[in-house]
């Protein structure tokens, strides 16, 4: 069992360099030749295929060697969306790509996407373990603004000093709901109909915003923003959160107007709620990766900020598209 000053260690001492490398350009029946007149690892899970710069360029699982026809090539058989560990990688992160991608054994590159070696599950077992037992309990507390470790070990006064400042996010939001609401409160007056639908609108766009930003959360590997996956990401979180919009709307506002037989207020409902779920989606993406390349823990930070601003902007979104269609 490693200690924890240990996980921060580089992963580079302990990676096995005994590693078979195949030939994009080798057959099956080739390979299996040239493996027999080795002297192979006692354990192999994956074959790393390595073009002529000796980069590496793709993965063949022992399994799908040996099932395949003698004559296919091993180009023809490789995965080439791989999943590869930098030389400067800590054993930490080590165990989060283990944790998150589930493969058995990871390859080590270099800068030039070299095979420097491989690095096997069996060695981070214990760690793995309670890195994902960990996880899973922070994932119950992360958006509230509660860290596990400190909340078990801190004093009292630790706690409040650690679980306070994001609450005022909450509070600050709040009473800025409270003052939004009260712009509108003669508009209210003269459309009661209108604070039915505040907490169904409310409590959609925070349940989109929580499922964003967990997500978001989860998928952060290492202490660095990988921004040539930012951008895909929320493309889909976008397209994702456009049909949820759409949807969630459709249903409450079509619930508005067979109850109250208002067409324009069905409309505000559905409005609101489509723009207000995409809105809380895309904070749910952008706010947690912002502090993650600021170095501070979106764990803890993400949910309150997110929470708070959806809020806000759902409440904006409601009451100014309801005053321009009913007046």
Not at 104 to 129: K, N, Y
Request: hydrophobic share 55%.
């Amino acid at each position: 069992m490693l200690s924890n000053p240990a996980l921060r260690d580089p992963v580079l001492p302990h990676i096995r360099r005994d590693v078979v490398s195949l030939h994009p350009a080798q057959t099956v029946a080739e390979t299996l030749v040239s493996l027999r007149s080795q002297s192979l690892a006692e354990k192999i899970v994956y074959f790393y295929v390595l073009d002529d710069q000796e980069r590496l360029c793709g993965v063949v699982p022992t399994r799908r060697l040996l099932m395949s026809s003698p004559e296919a090539t091993i180009d023809t058989l490789m995965v080439r969306n791989l999943v590869s560990l930098p030389a400067t990688a800590t054993i930490l992160e080590a165990c989060e790509f283990f944790t998150l991608y589930r493969f058995l054994a990871l390859p080590v590159v270099d800068e030039q996407h070299r095979l420097l070696g491989v690095v096997d599950v069996d060695f981070f077992t214990e760690e793995i373990f309670d890195l994902a037992e960990t996880k899973s309990t922070d994932a119950l507390f992360q958006l509230i603004g509660v860290h596990v470790a400190e909340a078990r070990l801190g004093s009292a006064w630790s706690g409040f000093l650690s679980r306070f400042p994001w609450l005022l996010a909450n509070i600050s939001g709040g009473i800025l709901c409270a003052l939004v609401a009260g712009f509108y409160e003669a508009f209210l007056d003269q459309v009661i109909v209108l604070a039915l639908f505040i907490p169904v609108v409310l409590a959609l766009a925070e349940s989109v915003s929580v499922q964003a930003t967990t997500l978001t959360i989860q998928g952060f590997v290492g202490a660095r923003v990988d921004w040539q996956r930012f951008l895909p990401g929320l493309g889909k979180e976008f397209v994702t959160a456009s049909l949820l919009g759409l949807t969630c709307g459709g249903i409450v506002g079509w619930v508005a107007w067979a109850w109250k037989g208002q067409a324009l207020v069905a409309l505000a409902v559905w409005g609101s709620i489509a723009s207000s779920m995409i809105t809380a989606c895309l904070l749910g993406v952008i706010l947690p990766t912002l502090l993650h390349a600021l170095g501070r823990d979106p764990k803890i930070a993400a949910g309150p900020l997110v929470l708070a601003t959806t809020d806000i902007a759902t409440l904006l979104f409601y009451f100014s598209l309801a005053g321009l269609l009913l007046g």
